[in-house]
């Protein structure tokens, strides 16, 4: 983890990530994913904690962030913005992941709820919740990886 928090600093510092690429694609692959290994989701399926980048769960639409899946059960939708995204919690960005996890809950076929998502551009982690009997969500605390130890 402290390798993966100097290379966000060292980033940061640049004021850009130093490969070119889509900025949201690249904290995926360079930031996102490697937290993700070291917090113990794999890519396999065949273990029982995986994350799988698309995902369509019987629905006509797919989700392009990340599920979270236990034991092929989808635990949480992940949606990742740039690095450099400095309204992460803005209106568009909180009520794509709400919206899409609201239509899941609702049209999904395998009859499983998924009350579960996180908004991230890494250095801040913002974790909702979709009460299931009155359909409010919630916003936790964030993490906010660029108060420390930036």
């Known amino acids: 983890m402290p390798e993966l928090i ?18 949201e694609t690249l904290t995926r ?3 996102v994913e490697p937290l993700l290994e070291i917090l113990g989701w794999s890519t396999d399926p065949a273990t ?6 698309e995902f369509s769960g019987g629905m006509d639409r797919k989700w ?10 989808p ?19 909180v009520n794509e992941l709400l919206n899409y996890m609201k239509e899941f809950n609702r049209k999904n ?30 916003v936790f605390s964030p993490i906010m990886l660029r108060k420390r130890p930036f």
């Open 48 to 53: 029982a904690y995986y994350y799988v980048r």
């Open 6 to 23: 100097e290379k966000c600093k060292e980033y940061l510092e640049q004021g850009h990530l130093l490969i070119e690429g889509k900025p």
């Open 29 to 31: 692959q360079f930031l």
């Open 64 to 73: 392009e962030d990340y599920v979270l899946l236990v034991e092929n059960r």
């Open 109 to 138: 076929r395998g009859g499983h709820r998924v009350d579960w998502g996180i908004l991230t551009n890494f250095k801040e982690l913002h974790v909702f919740y979709i009460s299931g009997k009155n359909r409010s969500s919630h």
């Open 75 to 93: 635990l949480a939708f992940l949606e990742t913005k740039p690095l450099f995204d400095v309204k992460l919690l803005s209106a568009d960005n």
